[in-house]
């Protein structure tokens, strides 16, 4: 009786680690061969560089690390106009600011601190000019968390954030 063994072998970009689809995403983004799929899945090893290892040696983990990330990118639409009469625009730029500052409050105040979770802005683009108020600002960065349930609970309440700035920004 021959026995025939087919290994597939998957090489992915680390920016796949990102998308915060985990699997399902990678299967979708056409990384396993289309015949076999997740059914013949028997085993998955996930390798990534650890910049705290020293080179040479291997870190080895059981179980999720930061299996949960979403990148988020947040348009906030303003008026622009000269800085010498700001009450005739709609600045975008002091909404952008209080967007980070809540965001960086939902975790420490909102969430069960035994499980990490970690929310950066890591872009704010707003205008080109000293002396113009933008008519926009874009805020983009990452949310992870090692629950799915954290993730999903933190961005229903960056969701609520951002409607209470949009109220109170115009």
């Not at 988020?72 to 009450?87: C, M, T």
């Not at 990452?142 to 109170?168: C, F, K, P, Q, Y």
């Amino acid at each position: 009786v021959a026995t025939i063994v087919l290994v597939t072998l998957a090489m992915t970009s680390p920016s796949m680690a990102h998308t915060g689809e985990g699997l399902a995403g990678g299967f979708a983004g056409g990384f396993m061969h289309p015949l076999l799929g997740p059914d013949h899945v028997a085993a998955m090893l996930a390798v990534h560089v650890e910049p705290f290892i020293e080179t040479g040696n291997i870190g080895l983990r059981v179980g999720p690390l930061t299996s949960a990330c979403k990148s988020f990118e947040i348009h906030v639409r303003g008026r622009s106009g000269h800085s010498a009469r700001p009450h005739q625009a709609l600045d975008p730029i002091p909404a952008a600011v209080s967007l980070t500052d809540l965001f960086y409050q939902l975790g420490p105040r909102s969430m069960d601190s035994r499980y990490p979770l970690s929310l950066t802005v890591a872009s704010i683009n707003a205008g080109h000019a000293f002396n113009a108020i933008p008519d926009h600002a874009i805020v983009r960065g990452t949310l992870r968390t090692i629950r799915l349930e954290d993730l999903e609970a933190v961005e229903s309440r960056m969701w609520n954030v951002i409607r209470g700035v949009e109220l109170a920004t115009g």
